[in-house]
């Protein structure tokens, strides 16, 4: 079966670090993605992590262990519009994704 | 600027009629493109997997006479909702593989009245 689970909704200042955590069972493994959507739009890739350790890219870093089924975001010195949706997704054989249900982030001033 | 265009962005329809909303690669080929549909403050669920030149491979639970994937060509791929219901209206988003990565399209909301 497939499991992908992620906290609903989380706050955070402007200016400060924010980690969503993911955490993961599924019946394959091509890599973790981590998607950011705002409201009424597609989503945008963020990161992809196919071998365990750190990815940093900017502002986001994103960690895998894949021996833990374990994978955060890391969102550094937020800003107000990174408010958003970010979706943690596993890729599966032939390029399909399964997605977890999102984090809703809002940045407080 | 996008590798995915996705149109209409904004489908209104009255309840019975069909919806064909189009997904194009634009400067690279997709043998494979997805389609996912999302309702309101929930996550994208696969719907099916469009493949060039053959049938579709549809999710469980997703009606394959009502959802009719075409993907005629490297470049396009195409959902039409068939008889829309009110229990239809999502926002319908496809995505494609290119450049190692996975590319999504802009999405469609789909409201039936």
């Known amino acids: 079966g497939q499991n992908i689970d992620q906290p609903t909704e989380m706050t955070a200042t402007e200016g400060a670090i924010v980690q969503i955590n993911c955490t993961y069972q599924?019946?394959?493994?091509?890599?973790l993605f981590w998607y950011q959507q705002h409201a009424g739009e597609a989503p945008t890739f963020l990161s992809y992590?196919?071998?365990?350790g750190l990815e940093e890219k900017g502002r986001f870093s994103s960690f895998l262990s894949r021996s833990k089924g374990y994978s955060y975001l890391l969102l550094k010195e937020l800003q107000m519009k990174d408010s958003a949706s970010y979706l943690c997704?596993?890729?599966?054989?032939?390029?399909?994704?399964?997605f977890g249900a999102g984090t809703i982030l809002r940045v407080k001033s | 600027g996008a590798v995915v265009s996705q149109h209409p962005s904004r489908v209104i329809c009255k309840s019975g009629t069909s919806v064909k909303i189009e997904c194009r690669s634009l400067?690279?080929?997709?043998?494979?493109m997805f389609w996912y549909r999302q309702f309101p403050k929930q996550s994208l669920m696969l719907m099916a997997t469009?493949?060039?030149?053959?049938?579709?491979?549809?999710e469980q639970g997703v009606e394959k006479d009502k959802f009719l994937i075409n993907h005629a060509s490297l470049t396009l791929s195409t959902l039409t909702v068939t008889s829309a219901h009110p229990e239809d209206s999502s926002f319908y988003i496809c995505s494609a593989r290119g450049y190692e990565k996975l590319f999504f399209g802009s999405g469609t909301q789909l409201s039936v009245l």
């Open positions: 400067d690279f080929q997709a043998t494979t």
């Open positions: 599924t019946s394959g493994f091509n890599g």
């Open positions: 997704a596993v890729g599966e054989y032939g390029n399909k994704l399964v």
């Open positions: 469009s493949n060039e030149g053959s049938k579709a491979t549809y």
């Open positions: 992590n196919v071998l365990d």
